[in-house]
């Protein structure tokens, strides 16, 4: 491994010159109304609509084989409904932190396996917390957000790789971001405001 790249990775790094992606403003007001104890599918409903993507997302699902749907649902509170408020503030994550997390422009294939893996890791995380019975919601998140620092590494790797006098291999960057990424990754879950057990 390249000292000079480890050297200015860590430097920028502990700078805070890394591009952390904010917590989508959706899932975070979806997550919230599906906390409420005073909430109804009707207040949860607006909320979603404002988002067109996130509502096609909800009907698509509802009105899939998977919930045994007898005939076409076509309101978002029925779909909501039919979700129940644990799916649905699970597709909430799921669809809008792939759509604004798991993104890496110097790594575009990287980051949609990256996505796949982080969707697959969050289920399983899910199944092993019911085992256990512990929190079911807390392990999907720590699944799901397991590499979450990773497209933000790459993204910074690659800038740095650019300014230097010769390009630094893939392989070499992600040796040097395998040992990073953790701290990196709950920086960010603390800035997101998750909660401590997540983080």
């Known amino acids: 491994m390249n000292p000079a790249f480890g050297h200015c990775l860590d430097t920028r790094v502990a700078a805070g010159d890394l591009d952390i992606p904010l917590f989508p403003e959706a899932a975070r007001k979806v997550i919230d109304a599906c906390e409420r104890e005073d909430g109804d599918m009707r207040h949860l409903a607006e909320i979603v609509r404002r988002d067109p993507a996130l509502s096609a997302h909800f009907l698509r699902v509802a009105n899939s084989p998977a919930f045994g749907s007898r005939s076409p649902i076509v309101s978002l509170p029925q779909a909501l409904a039919r979700l ?17 997390v798991f993104t890496c422009e110097s790594r575009k294939t990287a980051a ?26 807390e392990s999907f998140l720590c699944g799901l957000l397991e590499d979450v620092a990773m497209p933000s590494l790459w993204q910074l790797a690659a800038d740095i790789s650019k300014s230097s006098d010769a390009p630094y291999a893939e392989t070499e960057i992600d040796a040097h971001i395998e040992g990073l990424h953790h701290v990196v990754g709950s920086d960010i879950a603390k800035r997101w405001g998750l909660p401590a057990r997540v983080v």
């Open 112 to 137: 949609q396996r990256l996505c796949l893996h982080a969707v697959a890791t969050a289920f399983w995380s899910q199944e092993i917390a019911r085992l256990r019975r512990i929190n079911v919601e």
């Open 84 to 100: 129940g408020t644990s799916q649905t503030r699970q597709i909430a994550v799921l669809v809008t932190v792939k759509a604004g």
